[in-house]
Each structure stands twice: as structure tokens, then as C-alpha cells.
């Protein structure tokens, strides 16, 4: 019997990159479906959430995110452009977002076609694996290709359908919320929420218990 588990995330987390190669490698190996649940990330759903912060909070998650990308074998740049334009100094979030809403829209309409992870996974790769202009040229769409997706098909839903697939997405966020958080990743099995790359393992163990096998 196929499993299904949400998977809750956000194209500005690094962590959600780092552990999403992993839920793909989990859904080849194991007969398990993940429902791809795309949400906003913390900048755009509280602004002031980093001016609030201890001024170490930001400081560690770079140090975090790269000692786990190094020890995991994966490549890890900061993201140019950053999918959220922000002033790191004084961690201040622009007004303008001219990235975050067509990408994040473009990945709910990819879960419409049952390929969200997949292109979560494809576009992740170009935002933190350090392709420069990773939102000009050609890369978006190849990255769509190699998603089994048709990116024009893609942008043109997420602007003709922008009301729509933002209800949709913040409906996302409230059901991560009734699962028991609300950061990213979040994978739920069963209303059961494992928060972070280093919970995989433990969700695996669980959803084991509920009778998950090999393909």
C-alpha cells in the first residue's frame, strides 16, 4: 500500500534544499507518495521576523547550512539573485519582491500536476547550487523540463491564476500550523510533524511502523 506524507516548504529556505534530494530519494526507494505543499517563506509572511531575531540567529544558519551541505556532499552558494530581496545588513525586507510570488506560484501549479517535488527539487538546484542569474536566460524552464513540466504552461497559471494559487498557498500554511509548526521543511505523515532535514531519518522510522516498504 502506497503511503502519502505532506511535505511543507519554501524556495528561500536553505535547509528545505538540503533535505529535498533526500524526500526524492525516499520516493524511489520506498512506496511512498509526498504531496508537495508550497508556502511563503517567513520574510514575506512576517517582515519583521529577522529584525526581531538575536543578531546570531542569522549568523548561525550560514554557518549551519554550509557545515551540513559540506558534510551531506552538496553544493551550496549563496543564492544570486536571493529569491527575497532583503538588506542583510540591517535585515530589513524590501518592499518590492520581484521573485518570491511567481516562483512559489509557478510550484503550487506544479503540484497541481502531481510534480511539485520534483520541481522543487529542479529549481533548488539553480537558486542554491550557484548558478548566477539563475532567474534569466533559459534556467527556470530547463529546470521545468527536467521536471516533466512545461514551464510556459507553469508561468501562465501562476499569473492568470495569482488570487487562487495564493489561497491555496496560505491554506498550505494553516494546515502546517494544525499539524503542530510552521517553519520549513515539514513533513507530516499521519497529522505527525518531523520539522528539518536532520528529522527525515525519524519520520522514515516512523512511517516504517505504519507499514512503509521498498519499492
Keep these: 500500500m502506497t503511503l502519502e506524507?505532506?511535505?511543507?516548504?519554501?524556495?528561500?529556505?536553505?535547509?528545505?534544499?538540503?533535505?529535498?534530494?533526500?524526500?526524492v530519494a525516499l520516493c524511489q526507494e520506498y512506496d511512498l507518495r509526498i504531496n508537495q505543499r508550497f508556502v511563503y517563506p517567513l520574510a514575506i509572511r512576517e517582515p519583521d521576523f529577522f529584525e526581531k531575531n538575536h543578531p546570531n540567529w542569522l549568523r548561525y544558519v550560514f554557518k549551519d547550512v554550509l557545515r551540513i551541505a559540506q558534510y551531506m556532499d552538496i553544493p551550496l552558494a549563496p543564492p544570486n539573485p536571493d529569491p527575497i530581496v532583503q538588506d542583510i545588513r540591517t535585515r530589513k525586507i524590501a518592499d518590492e519582491q520581484p521573485y518570491i510570488f511567481s516562483l512559489t506560484r509557478m510550484g503550487q501549479a506544479a503540484s497541481h500536476r502531481g510534480k511539485g517535488l520534483a520541481f522543487?527539487?529542479?529549481?533548488?538546484?539553480?537558486?542554491?547550487?550557484?548558478?548566477?542569474d539563475w532567474h534569466t536566460?533559459?534556467?527556470l524552464e530547463d529546470a521545468a523540463t527536467r521536471a516533466g513540466l512545461e514551464f510556459a504552461e507553469l508561468k501562465s497559471e501562476a499569473e492568470s491564476r495569482a488570487e487562487?494559487?495564493?489561497?491555496?498557498?496560505?491554506?498550505?500554511?494553516?494546515?502546517?500550523?494544525?499539524?503542530?509548526?510552521?517553519?520549513?521543511?515539514?513533513?507530516?505523515?499521519?497529522g505527525e510533524p518531523f520539522f528539518g532535514q536532520d528529522r527525515i531519518d525519524l519520520a522514515v522510522w516512523r512511517m516504517k511502523q505504519k507499514g512503509l516498504q521498498k519499492r
Excluded at 5 to 23: H, N
Excluded at 120 to 132: N, P, Q
Design 120 to 132: 522543487a527539487d529542479e529549481v533548488s538546484r539553480l537558486i542554491w547550487g550557484g548558478v548566477k
Design 5 to 23: 506524507a505532506d511535505v511543507y516548504w519554501s524556495f528561500r529556505s536553505p535547509y528545505s534544499y538540503l533535505a529535498t534530494r533526500r524526500y
Design 137 to 139: 536566460g533559459d534556467h
Design 164 to 190: 487562487e494559487l495564493d489561497k491555496e498557498i496560505a491554506d498550505n500554511q494553516q494546515a502546517l500550523e494544525a499539524a503542530g509548526h510552521w517553519g520549513v521543511p515539514t513533513l507530516v505523515f499521519e
